[in-house]
């Protein structure tokens, strides 16, 4: 089946920037996104890319996606406190169902 | 409310007895979809609904997992028997449609069997 790889865990200090990396294998992907899970909470999207485009910009968020190396990534700028969550990498493939990766675990240090 | 409810948000149950998770998607959504993440696991999906009929239970894990969907609207996802190793937090999400790039997700109901 599909696979998404996120690593685990990522730890910065407050004011740099974050980088989240994700991995898929398949090619037939038509929308990729990036999620955020705060304890306790639900699943709420950041952000998503199509996959005929090689970057997106909002806000402090920037997504970039390489195509040939199957390669999304989430740069968050200025990271504060309260972007310590789980980040979770998605794929959507023909639209049925969402493909997810286990999630890395940000945490910021003041 | 606006968002996709779950309920209940907990749920303790002994092993071996059945149990019922709802779902309420976003008024007008016709996509719904259940998904469980198992502690230190990333979500797996379950099942997928376009109105009441269901394309896709590829997910369900054994034949003790079944959902329906009646309406349109309301989702229910029954757990038959159920084992330790279901013990997870089941999520549910809807999408305006099958096409809809966004799903908006629920918080979830966090069941312990034990």
């Known amino acids: 089946g599909e696979d998404v790889e996120q690593s685990l865990f990522l730890s910065v200090r407050e004011g740099d920037s974050s980088v989240i990396n994700c991995t898929y294998t398949?090619?037939?992907?038509?929308?990729l996104y990036w999620y955020k899970q705060e304890p306790g909470a639900g699943l709420q999207l950041l952000t998503y890319i199509f996959s005929n485009m090689d970057m997106k910009q909002d806000q402090r968020l920037t997504v970039l996606l390489n195509k040939k190396d199957k390669h999304l990534s989430l740069r968050i700028a200025d990271t504060q406190t309260g972007d310590s969550a789980i980040y979770f990498c998605a794929e959507s493939i023909n639209f049925n169902k969402f493909y997810f990766g286990s999630g890395t675990k940000l945490n910021v240090k003041p | 409310g606006a968002g996709v409810s779950q309920s209940p948000s907990n749920k303790v149950t002994e092993k071996g007895k059945d149990v019922e998770l709802r779902c309420d998607p976003i008024?007008?959504?016709?996509?719904l979809y259940w998904y469980r993440q198992s502690l230190g696991q990333g979500l797996e999906f379950l099942i997928y609904?376009?109105?009441?009929?269901?394309?896709?239970k590829s997910g369900l894990p054994s034949d003790r997992f079944s959902a329906e969907r009646t309406g349109g609207s309301v989702s229910t996802l029954t757990i038959q028997r159920t084992q330790q190793e279901d013990s997870a937090v089941y999520l549910c999400?809807?999408?305006?449609?099958?096409?809809?790039?966004?799903?908006?997700f629920g918080q979830g109901t966090r069941l312990t069997v034990v």
């Open positions: 008024s007008g959504h016709t996509a």
């Open positions: 999400a809807s999408s305006y449609d099958r096409s809809n790039t966004e799903a908006f």
């Open positions: 398949d090619s037939s992907s038509t929308y």
């Open positions: 609904f376009q109105g009441n009929s269901a394309p896709d």
